[in-house]
Nanobody, 128 residues
Framework: VQLQASGGGSVHAGGSLRLSCQASGFSLDYYPMIWFRQAPGKEREGVSCISSNDGSTYYTDSVKGRFTISRDRAKNTVYLQMDSLKPEDAAVYYC??????????????????????WGTGTQVTVSS
């Protein structure tokens, strides 16, 4: 299982970025995909997930209506479209997966130690 995140960058508040997570060694048809983020001095937090079976999506409250998670099965890639970015969204973003973790509306409370596979992080900077 390998995950490679990309697409981070630096934007002004109100701007947009699209993160990508290329998965290899497994199929998105069978694994839920999760985006986490970690800001300096803070714990890593679950941001969004997409389920493997029906593609249901869930978001932590702070990003609802602004972020959109999606997947391209043909490319085995997951995306996180981030719009209306705020300075508090600045963090290192990680994609992750765990076959046994159920993507659901408790995404905000998922603990990073419960997730088996992690990709590299990608830095998102938002200036005010």
């Amino acid at each position: 299982v390998q995950l490679q995140a990309s697409g981070g960058g630096s934007v002004h508040a109100g701007g947009s970025l699209r993160l990508s997570c290329q998965a290899s060694g497994f199929s998105l048809d069978y694994y839920p995909m999760i985006w986490f983020r970690q800001a300096p001095g803070k714990e890593r937090e679950g941001v969004s997930c997409i389920s493997s079976n029906d593609g249901s999506t869930y978001y932590t409250d702070s990003v609802k209506g602004r972020f959109t998670i999606s997947r391209d099965r043909a490319k085995n890639t997951v995306y996180l479209q981030m719009d209306s970015l705020k300075p508090e969204d600045a963090a290192v973003y990680y994609c992750a997966t765990d076959f046994e973790w159920p993507c659901n509306d408790r995404i905000a409370t998922v603990k990073d130690y419960a997730i088996d596979y992690w990709g590299t992080g990608t830095q998102v900077t938002v200036s005010s």
